[in-house]
């Protein structure tokens, strides 16, 4: 039997306008999130989604809450059209997205982790300021060698953050080693390597001493165990306890999102359509390239969103298939 897995984005997917078009379905949206979330935060989310300005939401700190306030009105839209997901998994942030979906988070407080998780990534980059870049056209095990050596010649960090997709690799690190990756790729032949419009150095050992004052405000919330699948983007693995979700959340912060492999664990647990929850259409081109013979749908303006659910039903109807 078929299933519907959920995928949501995380940060790069945000832009001036978001979520919008879901007011003109669901004026009700408003109160129910965003003017809790603005409560909540102390901060005009809601204004900075819908008005921007850009600048704004390129702080790491409001792009999280932002992006993830999206997907989750989304998801809220999406089910109350009867669109329900068989598997969850998230890119980076987007797996806080995915946990409000599977009922292992409450939203409020996956909300205020997501706030709190961008303030520290962000001081982070205020101490020992890093980037990230995009290396396109070389395999894996070729930009970790890469790595290796940029760092050995510059005496600074640079690792692999993102194993996006065959072909597609994100690193991250202290200015001086990324800028040398990036010369050293384009020698060996990849297609591209530039430098992403990014707020911190994510996903690399920089990260690794907020991980202990992260995993302090993980203790103040309760995690439940999923009620749908949830896949790992640290381990791309299923996992089905509290308390392994809990060390997955902490390991995120510095570990590698391992995007190709979390697809294709969600291919091996039965889906065979995606829908990417969110704003931006990132993870459905990576989905397409990752498994060319899986649907995607995408969800982030009014005509892509309304295609999405007739065709969801659609497929969801099917004899044999299971939502």
């Known amino acids: 039997m078929g299933k519907t897995a959920f995928v949501f984005p995380g940060q790069g997917s945000q832009r001036v306008g978001m979520g919008l078009h ?56 999406l089910r109350g059209r009867g669109i329900e997901p068989a598997l969850v998994a998230g890119h980076s942030l987007g797996e806080y997205t995915a946990l409000v979906a599977a009922a292992v988070l409450d939203w409020r407080d996956a909300l205020r982790l997501v706030r709190r998780r961008g ?9 020992v300021p890093g980037r990230m870049a995009a290396v396109i056209g070389l395999d894996l095990a070729t930009v970790e060698d890469l790595c290796t050596k940029a760092a050995t010649a510059t005496g600074q960090v640079v690792e692999v953050a993102n194993d996006n997709e065959p ?10 080693a990324v800028q040398r990756l990036c010369g050293d790729a384009q020698d060996a032949g990849a297609v591209r390597a530039v430098v992403l419009d990014v707020g911190a150095p994510f996903h690399c050992s ?32 299923l996992v089905d306890s509290a308390q392994g979700i809990r060390d997955r959340l902490r390991r995120q912060l510095a570990g590698r999102v391992r995007w190709t492999g979390t697809v294709r664990a969600l291919t091996v647990a039965g889906a065979d359509r995606f829908v990417e929850v969110g704003p931006g259409n990132v993870l459905s081109g990576l989905c397409r390239r990752i498994e ?30 299971a939502a």
């Open 167 to 176: 072909g597609q690799v994100v690193v991250s690190g202290q200015d001086s």
């Open 119 to 127: 303030e520290l990534m962000a001081a982070v980059n205020a101490q």
């Open 22 to 77: 879901l007011l003109e379905q669901r004026p009700d949206l408003i109160d129910t999130y965003y003017r809790t979330a603005d409560e909540i935060l102390g901060l005009p989310l809601s204004r900075l989604c819908w008005e921007g300005p850009q600048e704004a939401l390129r702080d790491t700190a409001v792009t999280q809450p932002a992006v993830f306030l999206t997907g989750i009105a989304t998801l809220d839209v």
């Open 206 to 237: 920089l990260m690794a001493d907020i991980e202990e004052e992260f995993a302090a405000e993980l203790d103040k919330v309760e995690l439940r165990a999923p009620r749908v699948p949830v896949v790992s983007g640290v381990t791309a693995d």
């Open 292 to 321: 060319p013979d899986v649907p995607v749908h995408t969800t982030n303006d009014a005509r892509r969103l309304d295609r999405t659910i007739a065709q969801a039903g659609r497929e969801a109807a099917r004899p044999g298939a």
